[in-house]
């Protein structure tokens, strides 16, 4: 144990002396020593001024990595002052020239290029006259009279209680009755028929004969191009007559004819059950008002 002790010392002694020679070596000349402590501080001089470079380097580049974004901020603010970029006026002009584009332009033209008619003339019976059951007790409320109200063009209307379609035309058109021309500037609506059917003359006897009065009526004068056939009513003294007149007339007049079937179901008879309610009139001027449209007529 004691020798363990000694060798440590010994060894121990031997290091210190080993670095007390260093630090001699270090110093032994006091010129170069000086030198070298005096070159110590310009080295730490020189290193705070690379710190210093350094720092003003990073600085500097922190500035200019900004620039670019602020030099992009106001590129946008002049191209919103500017208006659209040359992209998007390309876009926008390539969807004006799309199909849809081409398509909605001619609606809009054809929408104003529509002429108005001279007149729209209302021709039937009591239907027309919107009678209620008694003859002539309702003219003020005859669905032309409301037509009137929806449209800004001159509505004529001309109801004959009890007149079939042979005397209708003969009383408006004939010289010695109203004397009314013809006219193809004018819209005509028939509603015809309803004095014509009889269930005793068999099933829809009277139906070409109707058919062929409008049809020499439309030919007139160049013939009439813009009307409408309104379809007979569901009477109890028809019965189930009314389905092959109506579809007769369907068959023959197409675009042009008009059902009126649904509203009479949806709005009822007059008490006689021949007329309609002052609500079947009224809907059916609206019915009509909207095939107008729908046409083109107005």
Not at 28 to 33: I, L, R, V
Not at 106 to 119: D, H
Not at 167 to 177: H, R, S
Request: net charge negative.
């Amino acid at each position: 144990m004691k020798k363990t002790i000694i060798a440590l010392m010994i060894t121990a002694a031997f290091l210190a002396g080993c670095s007390s020679d260093k630090s001699v070596s270090a110093t032994a000349d006091p010129a170069q020593a000086e030198t070298e402590i005096k070159a110590e501080p310009k080295a730490e001089t020189e290193t705070e001024t690379e710190k210093i470079s350094v720092v003003s380097e990073i600085s500097g580049t922190a500035e200019d990595a900004e620039a670019p974004a602020v030099e992009e901020t106001s590129g946008v603010e002049e191209t919103s002052e500017a208006g659209e970029t040359p992209e998007v006026e390309e876009m926008a002009a390539e969807v004006a020239e799309t199909p849809a584009a081409e398509i909605s332009k001619t609606e809009v033209s054809s929408e104003k290029t529509v002429s108005k008619p001279k007149a729209i003339v209302w021709l039937g019976d009591s239907l027309t006259q919107g009678s209620l059951g008694d003859k002539d007790d309702n003219l003020a409320n005859a669905p032309y009279v409301r037509l009137q109200k929806k449209v800004d063009v001159p509505v004529e209307g001309y109801g004959f209680y009890g007149y079939n379609t042979h005397d209708i035309f003969w009383v408006y058109t004939d010289e010695t009755q109203l004397a009314q021309q013809i006219d193809p500037a004018k819209v005509y609506i028939f509603w015809v028929g309803s004095c014509d059917w009889a269930p005793s003359e068999g099933p829809n006897a009277n139906t070409a004969p109707v058919i062929k009065q409008i049809d020499d009526f439309l030919a007139h004068n160049g013939g009439v191009k813009n009307y409408i056939v309104i379809g007979t009513t569901s009477r109890h003294r028809l019965g189930d007559l009314y389905i092959p007149i109506n579809n007769d007339l369907k068959a023959h007049y197409g675009i042009h004819y008009m059902d009126c079937i649904d509203i009479i179901n949806k709005f009822g008879y007059s008490e006689d059950r021949t007329h309609l309610s002052q609500a079947s009139y009224d809907s059916i001027a609206d019915a009509v008002y909207d095939k107008l449209k729908a046409l083109g007529y107005i």
